[in-house]
C-alpha cells in the first residue's frame, strides 16, 4: 500500500513511515514486534512517496493504516486524513457434509469480502486437481454425485495456492448394490446338530 505526498518548499522531510489503527506517531510498523521480519517500508522525499510492503499476511494484520510524515520543524508532523484499510480473509469452503448417490450437488468457495478481478478458483480432491467435474466462478458442480466422488476437498484462488481451505470429508451414501437374499437357507435340523 503506498501513500503520495506533498509538503510546503523549505521543509524537509525526515521520516515518513506507516501506523496502524491508534495513529500512534512514534510507533511505526516496522518498530512493531508483531511485524518483525514480515514488513519493509520504502520512503522517499524525492518521490514524495511512501510505500508498505506485508509479507506472510495474517488475519491480525487487519486494520486501518495511515502514513505519518515527520520534518524539520519541532512537533511538527502529520498523518494521512484517510487511511488504508486492510481486510485479511480466508477462503471457506462450503459443502455438504453427506450427499446421497443421484443427486446434484455445488460446493462454494467463499470470502467475507469480495476479491477483486475475475479470480480463478482451483480445487482438489485428496490433494489432486479436479478434473472433468463443472467448474463456475467460486463454485464445483457434481451432477449427478457419483461414489467415486467421496473424498476430501479444498479450493484456492490461482496464484495462491498455499492459501488453500482446509480439505473438507465429503461422504457419499449410495443403496446397496449387488445385493442377494437366499430364498431357501440351509435347514439344520436338530440331528444334524447333535
Sequence with gaps: MSCVYSHPTGLVVQDAYWTK????????????????????????DSTRKCTLHITNVQYTDSGDYFCVIKSNLEDNAWTSTFGVKLIVTGLRLVVPETVKEGVDVSFTCSTSCP??????????????????????????????VRRED?????????????????????????????????????????????
Design 21 to 44: 489503527d491508534n495513529h500512534d506517531y512514534t510507533l511505526g510498523i516496522t518498530e512493531d514486534p508483531n511485524y518483525k521480519g514480515r514488513v519493509y517500508v520504502q520512503c522517499g
Design 115 to 144: 476479491l477483486s478481478g475475475s479470480p480463478l478458483f482451483i480445487w482438489k480432491k485428496n490433494g489432486r486437481p479436479v478434473e472433468g467435474k463443472k467448474m463456475n466462478g467460486n463454485q464445483l458442480h457434481l451432477h449427478p
Design 150 to 194: 467421496e473424498g476430501s476437498y479444498s479450493c484456492a484462488v490461482r496464484g495462491y495456492e498455499n492459501y488453500a481451505t482446509l480439505p473438507e470429508k465429503i461422504n457419499v451414501m449410495y443403496p446397496a448394490k449387488d445385493t442377494w437374499v437366499d430364498k431357501h437357507p440351509p435347514v439344520e435340523t436338530l440331528a444334524e446338530v447333535l
